[in-house]
């Protein structure tokens, strides 16, 4: 290290303007006109909160801030001030900033930073949605009690060359994406919804798109206990104490099994762990957390892993009332990691009073291994599977076949394995069909050796659905889901993935059900979860709807190109062929070759005759080609 480098920690605001490229196209003079005056009041509110300017390219900022108050204050004021200027705007010609701050070390250059506090800011800005604001957890714990805020918990995020996950939080955002020479209808993801009688919100920070649920049908669904009869409960991440970043994957691997044993009990709604991942090293606030994630009862913990030795502590509270329910502290050899993880489960099941059947309790006395290395490597192979890459989904992977070579018998080991296979298949990471279809195979074979030796687990079942979808066998690929269902009532992937089959098959009231379920148990849903739930609002000729949950999704993930060919078909249903072109374009764009024929190909053997004939005769209305 060169000691003559100047180094300092500095609070790094990176903002730019999302589509400025389309903005250019569309009319360049008009572009450079409106994003003077939008950066004239953005730079004010960065200078007055006692920011620096150190770097402008274009439509980019870059400042710094001594404290991250002064940093979020500038960020919310500009946006407010950019707010405020659109408003007054055509709305083809609004433009929206994405804002990432982050606290970090940099390297002083003259008037100029650099480093990975610059970078991890700019990569931030880069998944922030339009009009929000990114922050890294650097950022959000110093904030998080001076400006009380809605903050929204995106969970660790692999950014673009940097080294470790980045745990990201948002504020704000908007529904609408601004599109060259056509105005959008405003989008939105949080359903409101009637649930026995009773109306509830889902508890996310974005505008509303009304559901409406069309009449019950008779149709067969998969048992499940009402959840006013189940008490609701969030398994936060339990904290890696050890000194060791490195050990995060054993405390994760503890958290998962915690809640994949607690799930299985009917008389438990359990949070998922995509909801509540979020919320790593958080300092707790119980009524908050309750609020956002719809649970009363919140499980806590921490884990410090030294040598062959292992200290556990482990907390039930109410979060309705702030009492704790129970707690206890565990020093024990790591030999005893299996005994250790069945009492926690027992304490807590004792606490909440629940009566277990035969079966619940057979299950909760069960161990998925008694193998130490094979359970160590199954925790750093869920460790690498959170993050979605091509590069740590086959690191995943080989710690999966280690654990089942260290133990053939470890189902979990089997499950997780069909899952990185799943992925491979869905994701495009296969390099050809037929590759594509050989991961189905793989994921088929190790998600069927999963069942068989443990036919309770709900995971395995939700991957052998996906497989078995991609062999365009959705009998039983339904089938399988509705066993995942019976394990798991709460489990909120197989609910949204179920009323992805119900959309394909236009039982709408049966899939409408299952998505507003899945958005219940999963509060901080993941953006395909607005797949189902555009194309069943699609199946109800609620077309408006429709648009809007398929912006939203667009805006979440640009990338995802079945949510954009659906748009297509809605916007010709609204005749919106305008804006449908453009969409075509996108997808040209992307390297495909839009036609009816590309789209029955993909889809033609997953939905039914008359739903395919929908999605058709709205794709011919938007002017895609036979």
Not at 256 to 273: F, N, P, Q, W
Request: glycine share 8%; hydrophobic share 40%.
């Amino acid at each position: 290290m060169d000691r003559n480098v100047e180094r300092r920690l500095a609070v790094i605001l990176a903002a730019d303007v999302a589509g400025y490229s389309r903005h250019m196209g569309a009319d360049e003079e008009e572009a450079v006109r409106v994003l003077h005056g939008h950066r004239a009041v953005f730079d004010a509110a960065i200078t007055s909160n006692r920011g620096r300017i150190f770097h402008t390219a274009g439509d980019s900022v870059l400042a710094e801030f001594a404290g991250p108050v002064d940093a979020l204050r500038a960020a919310l004021a500009g946006q407010e001030a950019v707010a405020r200027r659109n408003a007054d705007l055509p709305e083809e010609r609004r433009m929206l900033f994405r804002v990432g701050l982050h606290l970090g070390d940099v390297i002083v250059q003259d008037q100029n930073l650099l480093g990975d506090g610059v970078n991890v800011a700019a990569r931030l800005e880069g998944i922030a949605e339009p009009g929000s604001i990114c922050l890294s957890r650097s950022v959000y714990e110093p904030v998080r009690a001076a400006l009380p805020l809605d903050y929204r918990p995106l969970g660790e995020k692999r950014l673009k060359n940097i080294r470790e996950p980045v745990t990201c939080y948002s504020i704000g955002g908007t529904a609408r994406r601004p599109v060259p020479r056509v105005a959008l209808a405003a989008a939105g993801a949080v359903l409101v919804v009637l649930l026995g009688g009773a109306a509830w919100m889902m508890m996310r920070p974005e505008a509303p798109v009304p559901v409406a649920v069309a009449p019950a049908v008779p149709v067969a669904t998969p048992a499940a206990t009402p959840v006013e009869d189940r008490r609701s409960i969030a398994v936060l991440p339990f904290a890696n104490q050890s000194g060791d970043a490195g050990q995060d994957y054993f405390s994760d691997g503890i958290t998962e099994d915690l809640i994949t044993d607690l799930s299985k009990l009917s008389g438990l709604m359990v949070i998922a762990r995509s909801s509540t991942s979020g919320y790593r090293g958080m300092t707790v606030n119980l009524a908050q957390i309750g609020r956002e994630l719809n649970a009363r009862y919140v499980v806590e913990g921490s884990v410090r892993r030294a040598g062959d030795r292992l200290r556990i502590t482990a907390q039930l509270n109410d979060a309705t009332t702030g009492h704790q329910l129970w707690a206890e502290r565990y020093d024990r050899d790591l030999k005893d990691i299996f005994d250790l993880q069945d009492d926690v489960r027992q304490k807590i099941v004792a606490a909440l009073a629940l009566k277990l059947s035969p079966k619940e309790s057979e299950m909760m006395a069960r161990r998925p291994t008694s193998n130490l290395e094979a359970y160590d490597a199954w925790a750093r192979g869920l460790r690498y599977s959170t993050f979605l890459t091509r590069e740590d989904n086959l690191e995943a992977r080989r710690m999966f076949q280690r654990a089942i070579e260290m133990d053939p018998q470890f189902a979990r080991a089997y499950g997780w394995m069909a899952n990185t296979y799943g992925l491979e298949a869905e994701m495009g990471w296969a390099n050809s069909d037929q590759a594509r279809m050989a991961a189905a195979e793989n994921a088929v074979r190790y998600g069927e050796r999963a069942v068989a030796l443990d036919d309770d687990l709900p995971e395995a079942r939700w991957t052998l659905a996906r497989a078995y979808v991609i062999r365009q066998e959705m009998q039983r690929a339904q089938a399988e889901l509705r066993k995942a269902l019976e394990l798991n009532p709460s489990y909120a992937d197989g609910h949204a993935y179920y009323a992805m089959l119900m959309a394909y098959e236009g039982r709408a009231a049966e899939g409408m059900d299952h998505i507003q379920q899945a958005m219940r148990f999963n509060p901080q849903f993941p953006f395909w979860y607005l797949t189902p739930l555009g194309n069943l609002q699609l199946v109800l000729g609620r077309y408006e709807e429709a648009e809007a949950t398929f912006r939203k999704l667009l805006e979440r993930n640009p990338n995802w190109q079945q949510g954009r060919r659906m748009l297509i078909s809605t916007l010709g249903y609204l005749g919106k062929v305008e804006e449908a072109q453009w969409e075509i374009a996108e997808l040209q764009a992307a390297g495909i070759d839009y036609s009816i024929a590309w789209e029955s190909q993909q889809r033609g053997q997953q939905r039914s005759p008359a739903e395919m004939e929908r999605v058709f005769q709205g794709l011919r209305k938007a002017g895609v080609k036979e």
